[in-house]
């Protein structure tokens, strides 16, 4: 089975640019999550979804940061403008974990393999 | 807000030897506790969780956990090292964020280090 596809692996822009990142989840898996991680910062979680909806976007750091799932096989985090303190690996992950219409929170999540971010 | 604490930065082992990743945490009920891996340039993989049963969770690649509620602990463990278990380990717990949905809080992680 394909695990979860993120895309692009690198990108390098310059501060201003906006920039798209892409997540494909583990087919029938229901909660996709949006993780950055920098040495200073560690993990952080920025964005999760529930069956395609929006559960909790208090990790996104401003405005400047959005998500969005239109369907449950694709998610993009999109930053508009970027700035060098963006600059981080962004992961997705996703999970089978929705049962009687909630989450349970005991299923283990599988994460893509990254995108590299470097904001010049 | 459930959190967990790694509270070595590296931990430093002789192949064959016994390791030890320490993780301990804090929450309001029973936790639900996961450990991940992370190798250079690839993203977390799951290794094992205890939700309930017995203390001692056993998962991949030889790894198992022992959950102590009277420490709050969590610790990994494996009885023999391999150079291959070098790696980044995360400790994380379930923590409810909204009335319908559950994530994981991380800790900073531990880097592993297996010396041949």
């Known amino acids: 089975d394909a695990g979860v596809i993120q895309s692009p692996r690198h990108e390098v822009t310059e501060m201003g640019q906006e920039v798209t990142l892409r997540c494909k989840p583990i087919s029938g898996h229901n909660s996709l999550f949006w993780y950055r991680q920098t040495m200073m910062r560690g993990l952080e979680l920025l964005i999760y979804?529930?069956?395609?909806?929006?559960?909790?976007d208090s990790g996104m750091p401003e405005d400047r940061f959005s998500a969005k799932m239109p369907n449950a096989s694709f998610s993009t985090l999109k930053i508009q403008p970027s700035e060098p303190r963006d600059s981080a690996v962004y992961f997705c992950a996703s999970s089978s974990d929705f049962g009687r219409g909630r989450a349970i929170g005991n299923q283990p999540q599988h994460f893509g393999d990254g995108t590299r971010l470097s904001i010049l | 807000a459930q959190s967990v604490a790694q509270p070595e930065d590296q931990v430093n082992v002789a192949e064959g030897n016994p390791l030890t990743v320490k993780c301990t945490y804090s929450v309001s009920g029973n936790p639900y506790l996961f450990w991940y891996v992370q190798y250079p340039n690839r993203g977390l993989q799951f290794l094992l969780k205890?939700?309930?049963?017995?203390?001692l969770v056993k998962g991949s690649y030889g790894f198992e956990a022992e959950f102590n509620k009277s420490q709050t602990s969590f610790h990994l463990k494996k009885p023999s090292a391999l150079v291959s278990d070098s790696a980044l380990y995360f400790c994380a717990v379930r923590d409810q964020r909204s009335n319908s949905g559950y994530a994981l809080n991380f800790g900073k992680g531990t880097s592993l280090l297996v010396t041949p």
């Open positions: 205890y939700i309930t049963g017995d203390n």
């Open positions: 979804f529930n069956n395609n909806v929006p559960i909790d």
